[in-house]
């Protein structure tokens, strides 16, 4: 664990470092265009942190939600609204289907990062004038939220990977392109604090799908000593 993070913090690191030598060496000039590269490697790092803040809380058992009755149709909608800007830029539609008024309790800001995080991976695994679809129903009772692509699919042995740790189905992709390697990892702990299970379906070379089970009006609140909510 500490040998991968020290890999995934050392590229940022190494990129900014070196530009601004190169800038105190008279060799490269501090304009715009370096201040957007540099500004976006320390983005990169942020993000890293905030996830391993995450598992660390995850870890010591203490990755806690705050279940309040929310409107899964808003939240959704937000989340597609956060993405759809990068889904455009890359040529991949976004789009939200709710069946009815599902009854859900759960934690806002907590729901809304588990969905990013599997919307963001959709996106990045989506070629031009592919689809991404947010697709939210009842069943029973349960409220089942799906993310369903149609990109690159995932083989049967990395299914069994999905939700590691710093593990990506395509070694080739860069940190910028395939995210930290966390975000399926920090998902599937958010799910489970809630109660809840996620699952992956995926054909390669069709697409895949992400469905998070929800208790439908489940207003129990997991027990636990301090929350992670603030941390998001």
């Known amino acids: 664990m500490v040998s991968d993070v020290a890999h995934e913090l050392r590229t940022p690191l190494v990129n900014v470092r070196g530009w601004l030598e190169a800038a105190q060496d008279?060799?490269?000039?501090?304009?715009?265009?370096?201040?957007?590269?540099?500004?976006e490697e320390t983005?990169?790092?942020?993000?890293?942190?905030?996830?391993?803040?995450?598992?660390?809380?995850?870890?010591?058992?203490?990755?806690?939600?705050?279940?309040?009755?929310?409107?899964v149709r808003s939240i959704?909608?937000?989340?597609?609204?956060?993405?759809?800007g990068g889904a455009e830029a890359v040529g991949v539609e976004l789009s939200v289907h709710v069946d009815g008024e599902p009854d859900l309790s759960a934690d806002p800001t907590r729901l809304r990062q588990s969905l990013g995080n599997l919307v963001s991976n959709a996106v990045h695994h989506t070629p031009p004038g592919g689809q991404v679809t947010l697709r939210v129903r009842s069943s029973g009772d349960e409220v089942l939220i799906d993310v369903e692509d149609t990109g690159t699919g995932i083989d049967e042995e990395s299914l069994s990977r999905i939700f590691d740790r710093f593990?990506?189905?395509?070694?080739?992709?860069?940190?910028?392109?395939?995210?930290?390697?966390?975000?399926?990892?920090?998902?599937?702990?958010?799910?489970?604090?809630?109660g809840g299970r996620i699952e992956v379906r995926s054909t390669?070379?069709?697409?895949?799908?992400?469905?998070?089970?929800?208790?439908?009006?489940?207003?129990?609140r997991p027990a636990g000593p301090s929350s992670a909510s603030d941390s998001a």
């Open 26 to 39: 008279g060799v490269a000039e501090i304009d715009p265009p370096l201040v957007a590269s540099l500004l």
């Open 76 to 84: 959704v909608d937000q989340v597609a609204a956060a993405h759809r």
């Open 167 to 194: 593990w990506r189905a395509e070694k080739s992709r860069s940190r910028a392109a395939g995210g930290s390697g966390l975000g399926l990892a920090i998902t599937h702990h958010l799910v489970q604090a809630h």
């Open 204 to 220: 390669v070379g069709e697409g895949t799908t992400f469905t998070i089970h929800l208790r439908s009006g489940a207003h129990r």
């Open 43 to 71: 983005v990169l790092l942020q993000h890293l942190i905030d996830d391993l803040q995450d598992l660390a809380l995850a870890d010591a058992g203490k990755l806690r939600v705050h279940p309040k009755p929310v409107n």
